[in-house]
């Protein structure tokens, strides 16, 4: 079991590396390429992209890994379910960018078309989710490696012809669609697909499903959409307010601290299901092995800090180049989100293993809130720089400080708490390798 743990935790994390070290290669030759100004045209696609990913998702990442894991006699009928329901909310989403475009005109009608597909293939992600209950995740690396590596080409291409922007956002969405489908594929290619082949799956069955999901997910929809505006509505606002090419060089700044930002979710997704059996089997143990984890993935982002802070200029300076210079500030700003990113990703574990739904909505919500006011006030004072300052604090108030609102997680925020000293729980693992070595080294002696 342990084994099968491991290797989909390893899988998940390779998955969003390989995904995040596509992005960085790609950021850094656009940023070049393109200038400050269409690399910030660029960017607002990939942030509007994101918004409109959180409607098509519908907040049904953990919940429908968690019934996968849960219910095995049961993973055929959800499957059917979670299928509709990503679809319903697909063409659903699709509508409501079309709605908003005829209103705001806030993005050019091919922009529209491309996330219009992209919300469509959005049905794939339920297969990925299945993967990650079953630990199965090797196949959609091994083929989502394939897709990768001809976008890179066609990336190179477009560069070398001297194409415009519109490529490139063309481009983008054949990249998301080709990594939504690669979920599928692998479901195809895997064992799982023959294990649920002779399932029942009736049809009431479906719709008890469809109904739970939908009661469970929307405040998960709403929670997404909120984090996804305290995570990303500075650079809405900075675009708006500032303009393409502020935002360009803001998009540098947090470029690397991004990079970061794929562990925690990968790390925490991929034990979903290990710990969502262990709480039912055995709570004091997950409690014990849950708070060890915690301190571990802080003890990640404290180093992670550290490396930014005193290589973080001459990274930018020589991945990006001079135009970008302005952006280290904003980096040394950005760099303290890694910590409560941590946190609330560890947090979100013991939230969907207890369905507390509404909690993480409340704490989602509450942090947007905060960051569009801050943004608003900071932004036309401090520039791009109070964007950073705004999120920063948004994001230690929803992974940290709003934990200690609810008695329904006393025990988190003792985890959280000390979590908060992950450095320390590194120097003592650190001193019991080195006195294993030194033990190991002694009985060699000896023998």
Known sequence: MQKKVFGNVFFSLIDKAIVFVFSMFISIALARYLGASDYGRYTFFG??????????????QQIVTKEFAAYENKRKAVLYAA??????????????VLILQLITGFLSWLEVAVLGVICLFNVCQIFYYYLTATYQLKYVVKIKNIVLIWMVVIYIVLIMNKASVEWFILVYALKECGTLGVSFLAFLCSREKEKIRYQEAAVSEIFFIIGKLIHLCLPLLLGGLSVTIYMKIDQVMIKSMLGEEQLGIYSVGIKLVDAFFFIPPAVT????????????????????????????????AYMYVIVLAVLGKWMIHFLYGEEYAEAYKI??????????????CMR????SIMEYSGLSFFFSIAAAVMNMAMNYLMIPVFG??????????????????????SPKLRQMTKVQWKSLYGFIFLIKEIKVMYKNVLCSLGKGVQD
């Open 47 to 60: 942030v509007i992209y994101t918004f409109v990913n959180s409607f098509a998702c519908f907040g049904m």
């Open 83 to 96: 299928i509709i329901v990503a679809f319903a909310t697909g063409m659903i989403t699709e509508l409501g």
């Open 269 to 300: 997704a991929g034990l979903l299901p290990y710990f969502a059996k262990q709480y039912m089997e055995e709570p004091t143990i997950f409690w014990t092995r849950y708070e060890r984890f915690a301190s571990a993935l802080n003890a990640i």
């Open 331 to 344: 980096l040394m700003v950005t760099i303290w989100t890694v910590i409560p990113v941590c946190m609330g």
């Open 348 to 351: 979100g574990i013991f939230l």
């Open 384 to 405: 791009a720089l109070g964007a950073a300052i705004a999120s920063v604090i948004s994001y230690w108030v929803q992974g940290f400080m709003l934990t200690f609102i």
